[in-house]
């Protein structure tokens, strides 16, 4: 079992930054991070594999950066130049899967996070 504590959300003007951080507790291969909007899917926006590699949404390309810090098992996602449309639920989710090419799905997801609401106004 892997149990996934994110911190971080919060409410910020458009243009600014927030960084969203999920702590591990457990084994995990790859990671990535959800969004939802009120009355859309769960879309995976940043994956990380085991390996390292990374996988970005277009919506998000170039202005979000996923990471982690393997010694403190957490993962991160650095989000600039946030834009309204980036107002969502905020989820961090581990596979048993290796890469993000096999875990583009939230059923490929097995684990997690409470979510955290990020709130960009005008």
């Known amino acids: 079992q892997v149990r996934l504590v994110e911190s971080g959300g919060g409410s910020v003007q458009a243009g600014g930054s927030l960084k969203l951080s999920c702590t591990a507790f457990?084994?995990?291969?790859?990671m990535s991070w959800f969004h939802q909007g009120p009355g859309n899917q769960r879309e995976r926006i940043a994956c990380?594999?085991?390996?390292?590699?990374?996988s970005y949404a277009d919506s998000v390309k170039g202005r979000f950066t996923i990471s982690k810090d393997k010694p403190k098992n957490t993962l991160y996602l650095q989000m600039n130049n946030l834009d309204t449309e980036d107002t969502a639920m905020y989820y961090c989710?581990?596979?048993?899967?290796?890469?993000?090419?096999?875990?583009?799905?939230?059923?490929?997801?097995?684990?997690w996070g409470q979510g955290t609401q990020v709130t960009v106004t005008q």
């Open positions: 457990g084994y995990t291969h790859s």
């Open positions: 989710a581990a596979s048993t899967k290796w890469y993000c090419s096999s875990a583009i799905e939230p059923i490929s997801y097995e684990y």
């Open positions: 990380i594999g085991y390996d390292g590699e990374t």
